[in-house]
């Protein structure tokens, strides 16, 4: 490892991916031993940099074209250099054969190479593979399978999702992002700036027609950190009255927070997690940036 900052940024990340995946079985710490010898390396109780590489395993579940739910492991060791240099991403399923398996993780290094080169990107390779599940995790031609009963429609779901790029300056994407959600009827709100923030709330087919629709722009980075989704009750008539139950925000605003940064690009955190504590978000704080607000 050439420097003390990519075991900051290291650590950093893998904390992070703990309290996102707390399960005893989401998020396996392949060798203890390089992980201790790497916080001991951060938290100066170590001068020597560590002598094996981080190595973990994240085990999902996700749901296929056909509805139905696959299982699937990412299995990531860092380089020393990481985040300067893609990690090393292996994912596994018994649902890819050994040719789709090798075509995912082209298409995946790719999407990588092209968009986190820099930046801690686990997280983007996991939103990556839920979103392209279809694609390689619905090989079989035969009907699409039912629903099983009790299965909720996504009309009948609403969802909160927390959206996180690296950042937000364009005038153009900025007013996309407030003229949508007007169009959409999606509340929530944005922060320009570095980084950027949106949060958008409503039906789950609509969340996710925003979503299709934001994600198509050109980013930098731009990935769903968080998502929320509450079933509703079916049998209750008016559907757009438990959705409005369910609302932590009401419009949706473009907030800025006092301006920080030498180039007065970044905004206040401390106002932005007194912002979300005040609509019952603030442990949505942790989960963007792996701290606790205050």
Known sequence: MDGIEEARIQLSEIELLLSMFPGKEELIIN???????????????????????????????????????????????????????????????????????????????????????????????????????????????????????????????????????????????????????????????????????????????ICEEFWARLRRLTWQRILIRHREDIPLDNSCANIDAELEKQRRFTGFEETIFDIRGNRGNHMDLGQLYHFLNEKGCGDVFQLYFGIEGR
């Open 31 to 205: 060798d203890q031993l390089a992980f201790a010898e790497l916080r001991d390396y951060v938290e100066g109780r170590a001068t020597d940099p560590p002598s094996s590489r981080a190595q973990f395993t994240i085990q999902q579940r996700l749901e296929s074209a056909n509805d139905n739910m696959v299982m699937f492991s990412l299995s990531c060791t860092y380089p020393l250099k990481y985040p300067a240099v893609l990690p090393e991403i292996v994912v596994r399923s018994s649902e890819l054969s050994r040719s789709t398996q090798a075509q995912l993780h082209t298409d995946l290094n790719a999407y990588l190479n092209e968009n986190c080169c820099g930046d801690v990107c686990v997280l983007t390779a996991i939103e990556w593979l839920k979103e392209h599940a279809s694609v390689f995790f619905n090989k079989d031609p035969s009907p699409t399978v039912k629903k099983q009963a009790g299965t909720p429609l996504k009309s009948s779901i609403f969802t909160r999702l927390w959206i996180y790029s690296h950042h937000i300056y364009n005038k153009q994407k900025r007013k996309n992002i407030l003229d949508w959600s007007k169009e959409l009827k999606l509340t929530g709100f944005s922060m320009p700036g570095k980084p950027g923030i949106v949060c958008v709330e409503g039906s789950q087919i």
